[in-house]
């Protein structure tokens, strides 16, 4: 083992994986919760818990370097317990690929491709997805390297192009005494943040065990998506108001399309943000899809092939297409997010909890 | 391996080599530049729609040298929805209807009358294909007539409408345009709002007022003047040109135009106890433009203070009228003072924000007039 591990890869993925539908979707959601022109101090809030919850995965991971959840659970809690901690695990990477998944081809749908059914655009996506997820990791962190730069410029040229439609007076007053709302946006925006907890899956492949690489590494991966959510949340309300923002689907799409300049002859901007967001779907699923693989296939004892990936790609492909509309999807999200509760604060707290015990009783 | 790599990239490439087969050509798709609505309330159909296309052959170019025809065409047609106007379109027209570069839309005063402005713009906000950026024009005109006007600079009439308020910093009287976006977060702020009116004038399309629409019925209110339009930009802060005319009716005097380099309005709503009040206040550069008393002398010291004196008259004049039509003739804030009274006093705003028209009938408003003239051109003649 090599002791100069370089952490960017690392970084690039955790970013590339928290970024996902939260971008297009949360200040709709946020909007219904808190709705206050300074909404996005939720945002900010939700990442420190964020943070937080990943300190206590550290925690956790530290105890068992170069292991993967899917190997330690069953060495904490026992073989059968702690292959149905793997298999909730697995559940919810499944399901959260599926919900993302089917965002966004509902997205393609409204947006680019009206006429194609969203099989087909489900099929397309996790097919190259499961292409790319059988080359391993190693590849997986080589690709969201390749890809990372387009989707940081695709925010950049997004942000520059509509700062001049922002109206001050939508993002004012700025400080109104009701931090409660706010509080009650984190419940929300938390999970806008859900991504980090595959360093629990990562941590089999580096060996993460310094409190200050691993405070650097989730620092800045959480720091700077929590920074382009709050640029997004603050372009969103001041070009669209919070009044809007409760009735519009898809806020951040609707507001890439008011950027227009007279006379240019590139008229539609949201296209350009609707190219580079499909990107960051595809890095989170592909994310999800391994951890899902790998977990299948650590319950099982056996190695990656290709019969297990393609049973994961049909239980994520089947369950994408579940709901039946936008809004059977959208309230879906509800049991989402309970599966989200146990896998990144339950789990990693009870493994962390018996561990100490054991090491205390013997 | 390799085989099984192939297994996976095999039905990815079948999906590459579909390539382009369900594609348009530009050519073949109807782009629509405008749409004009009119209410007909007739047994057989309730709504008209005008669907101004682009004919690409009559597109002048550089090669072929003058045009044929006119570029565009427009197709009336009755119905009692708009989609299924838009579906009768093709009923009679080969090229599906693309309103992906819809330029404006221009909206009759009697279907504003007869239906709330939230019900007509919901079909048009829902679908994908419209931009939040089309502009939304009223008229008094029939629709139909107001589109087929030979435009005088542009190729189309959309266009000509649209671009007119581009003159926003020449006349006090151009308002900005009120697109899509901007209705639909009036209506979901629930505020009363206005909307730019155009008209005939001798075989032109012109810019006049404004028409107030209500809050309360999202219907028709009022009409605002051309002269009106400018006291509610001095209102609003939009003021980005145009000129103010001293007449004799104010001076006693030979008239003086006076042109507007840069203006400011802070409108500041205070609150003692429970009354509240509103300052008004206006900051604005001014140059001396056009002075019909030639016996004036510039170069003497305190020129200014008579032309400042009146000029400030003028405006303050045209600001207090605005606000007493809106006060008490309308009680509807189409000022947007509610925006003010949200960000300076949120907590009053939540208590009062149902009842804001009666609260702001009663708003005392001090209005504030500042002017300093900067010059007075190139040569002063006696």
Not at chain 1, 313 to 318: D, N
Request: aromatic share 12%; net charge negative; with cysteine.
């Amino acid at each position: 083992m090599n002791e100069k591990q370089p952490s960017l890869p690392i970084i690039i993925f955790l970013i590339s994986t928290i970024i996902g539908v939260g971008i297009v979707t949360l200040p709709r959601q946020t909007a219904l919760i808190v709705g206050q022109p300074n909404m996005w101090v939720s945002v900010i809030f939700g990442s420190i818990v964020a943070f937080l919850n990943a300190c206590l995965i550290f925690m956790l991971i530290k105890r068992f370097p170069k292991q993967t959840l899917f190997d330690f659970a069953p060495k904490v809690v026992g073989k059968w317990i702690g292959k149905l901690f793997s298999l909730i695990f697995v559940m919810y990477a499944i399901s959260i690929s599926a919900f993302i998944i089917r965002t966004m081809s509902e997205i393609v749908n409204y947006y680019l491709l009206d006429r194609t059914p969203n099989s087909v655009v489900l099929a397309v996506l996790v097919l190259s997805c499961m292409y790319l997820v059988s080359s391993g990791l190693s590849n997986i962190l080589m690709f969201f390297q390749l890809y990372f730069p387009i989707i940081i410029s695709m925010f950049i040229i997004l942000t520059i192009l509509s700062i001049k439609s922002i109206e001050v007076t939508h993002l004012r007053p700025i400080f109104v005494n009701d931090g409660l709302e706010l509080l009650k946006g984190t419940n929300t925006t938390f999970f806008s943040f859900v991504g980090y907890e595959l360093i629990m899956v990562l941590s089999g492949y580096q060996t993460f065990t310094k409190w200050r690489c691993m405070t650097k590494i989730i620092g800045i991966s959480l720091g700077s998506v929590c920074a382009i959510y709050v640029l997004f949340f603050i372009l969103n309300i001041g070009i669209l108001s919070i009044g809007e923002l409760k009735v519009i689907t898809f806020p951040t799409i609707e507001m890439a399309k008011t950027i227009e300049y007279q006379g240019f002859f590139f008229e539609r901007f949201e296209l350009l943000f609707l190219f580079g967001w499909i990107v960051t779907i595809f890095t989170t699923l592909t994310a999800y899809y391994y951890s899902a693989l790998l977990g299948v296939c650590k319950i099982i004892n056996c190695k990656r092939n290709i019969c297990l990936n393609t049973l994961v790609g049909t239980a994520i492909f089947s369950l994408a297409l579940v709901p039946s509309g936008i809004t059977e999807l959208f309230s879906s999200a509800t049991y989402l997010n309970n599966l989200s509760y146990a896998a990144l604060i339950g789990i990693p707290f009870i493994l962390l909890v018996i561990s100490f015990a054991k090491e205390k009783f013997q | 391996m390799k085989r099984k790599h192939l297994m996976v990239l095999i039905p990815l490439l079948l999906l590459n080599l579909s390539a382009c087969w369900d594609s348009d050509e530009i050519e073949d798709l109807g782009i629509i530049m405008a749409i004009g609505l009119d209410f007909l309330d007739e047994e057989s159909a309730r709504y008209s729609m005008t669907n101004q296309y682009v004919v690409p052959n009559n597109i002048p170019s550089s090669q072929t040298g003058g045009s044929v025809g006119t570029p565009y065409q427009n197709m009336t047609l009755n119905g009692d929805s708009f989609l299924s106007i838009i579906r009768q379109n093709s009923l009679e027209s080969d090229r599906p209807p693309n309103y992906t570069h819809l330029k404006s839309m221009v909206v009759s005063e009697k279907l504003l009358r007869n239906e709330p402005i939230n019900n007509i713009i919901s079909f048009f906000l829902r679908d994908h294909e419209f931009r939040r950026t089309v502009p939304v024009f009223i008229t008094r005109e029939n629709v139909e007539d107001i589109l087929s006007i030979e435009p005088t600079k542009e190729m189309f009439p959309a266009v000509q409408i649209k671009e007119l308020t581009q003159n926003i910093d020449r006349s006090l009287n151009v308002q900005d345009n009120l697109d899509f976006g901007d209705l639909s977060k009036h209506i979901s702020d629930r505020s009363s709002f206005v909307i730019p009116e155009v008209s005939i004038n001798q075989n032109r399309i012109r810019l006049t007022g404004a028409a107030i629409i209500s809050n309360l019925d999202h219907k028709i209110a009022g009409w605002l003047k051309p002269d009106e339009v400018g006291g509610l930009k001095w209102i609003k802060d939009t003021v980005q040109g145009g000129v103010v005319t001293i007449d004799e009716e104010h001076s006693g005097e030979e008239p003086v135009i006076l042109e507007i380099n840069k203006s400011n309005t802070k409108i500041e709503p205070v609150l003692k106890g429970d009354q509240l009040s509103i300052n008004l206040s206006v900051n604005a550069s001014l140059r001396l433009a056009e002075d019909w008393n030639v016996e004036r002398n510039v170069f003497k010291p305190g020129w200014d203070k008579e032309i400042k004196k009146n000029s400030e008259a003028v405006v303050k004049e045209s600001i207090e009228h605005v606000i007493s039509l809106a006060q008490k003739e309308y009680g509807l804030d189409f000022l947007e003072f509610y925006t003010w009274v949200r960000i300076q006093h949120p907590d009053y705003w939540m208590k009062h924000e149902k009842e804001w028209n009666s609260k702001f009938s009663d708003v005392p408003v001090n209005v504030d007039v500042d002017f300093t003239l900067t010059g007075y051109g190139t040569q002063d003649i006696n």
